[in-house]
């Protein structure tokens, strides 16, 4: 069975018969109806995707940008399974892959922006300055380490600082990282850990602490376009747009930031 996703529609509203025309940038006008553009996208990456949705389609307003979030893993088995997005925003480069090697990819690049794992609990909560303090709560919201983007990246992280033993019976997994934050959220854990990305909206309500550098895992993001021939132009068109250098102001102001070479 399908698991449901959350979808936000973007763009303005045209009559049928319009023409669309993205000018030059890789293809030229044709006379078609509003393009519909569906694009998946990790659940880190909601705020900044709907963000670069609502200025493509401020851009080329004959396009309606939808952009419908979920955790990598359940993305990427929905497109094989035979979901038809125009572009797919991945939260690791392995589920990218993947896809790829079932034939149901038509292109996928690196995502050059990233972001860190952090460890988040509550102000009036238990103290929690590093991940050892983790030792001293008793249950951690963090995405599904068996196959979830963010809780596999927390595993490594994890085991890099040989804590991994102790606390994987603490762990409370999740659909993904925005899960988890809810679940600390609503009391159901005592800490999370999830991407800087994920709280920079909730300063007010939870305290991060940064993961030890030497075991900060690289988080790398993917983008990539399933084989969909009728719109493919305009999928590449929103590929270039989404992470080209004139949207780095975009996702550093969601949090993320230009990975190092």
């Given at each position: 069975?399908?698991?449901?996703?959350?979808?936000?529609?973007?763009?303005?509203?045209?009559?049928?018969?319009?023409?669309?025309?993205?000018?030059?940038?890789?293809?030229?006008?044709?006379?078609?109806?509003?393009?519909?553009?569906?694009?998946?996208?990790?659940?880190?990456?909601?705020?900044?995707?709907?963000?670069?949705?609502?200025?493509?389609?401020?851009?080329?307003?004959?396009?309606?940008?939808?952009?419908?979030?979920?955790?990598?893993?359940?993305?990427?088995?929905?497109?094989?399974?035979?979901?038809?997005?125009?572009?797919?925003?991945?939260?690791?480069?392995?589920?990218?892959?993947?896809?790829?090697?079932?034939?149901?990819?038509?292109?996928?690049?690196?995502v050059p922006f990233s972001t860190e794992l952090v460890i988040v609990g509550r102000f009036n909560g238990v103290s929690i300055r590093d991940p050892h303090d983790l030792l001293?709560?008793?249950?951690?919201?963090?995405?599904?380490?068996?196959?979830?983007?963010?809780?596999?990246?927390?595993?490594?992280?994890?085991?890099?600082?040989?804590?991994?033993?102790?606390l994987s019976s603490r762990l409370v997994p999740t659909l993904d990282v925005r899960a988890a934050l809810d679940a600390l959220e609503s009391g159901a854990t005592d800490a999370a850990i999830v991407y800087a990305a994920d709280v920079y909206r909730y300063a007010d309500q939870f305290v991060a602490a940064r993961w030890p550098a030497d075991c900060q895992p690289e988080i790398k993001y993917a983008i990539g376009i399933p084989k969909r021939p009728p719109i493919r132009d305009v999928a590449r068109t929103f590929v270039d747009f989404a992470i080209g250098a004139a949207q780095e102001p975009v996702w550093a102001n969601f949090g993320f930031s230009r990975r190092r070479p």
């Open positions: 069975m399908s698991v449901p996703t959350r979808i936000r529609g973007r763009g303005a509203g045209f009559g049928a018969g319009l023409t669309v025309c993205l000018g030059l940038l890789a293809f030229g006008c044709q006379r078609e109806e509003r393009t519909d553009l569906l694009v998946f996208a990790a659940a880190s990456l909601t705020d900044v995707t709907e963000a670069l949705a609502d200025s493509f389609s401020a851009r080329f307003p004959d396009v309606q940008v939808r952009v419908s979030v979920a955790a990598t893993s359940i993305l990427a088995r929905q497109i094989r399974a035979g979901a038809e997005p125009a572009v797919f925003l991945a939260a690791s480069h392995d589920w990218m892959a993947w896809l790829d090697s079932t034939g149901r990819l038509s292109e996928w690049r690196d001293h709560v008793d249950r951690v919201a963090v995405a599904d380490p068996e196959h979830v983007p963010g809780g596999i990246y927390a595993r490594h992280g994890l085991e890099c600082l040989g804590l991994w033993e102790n």
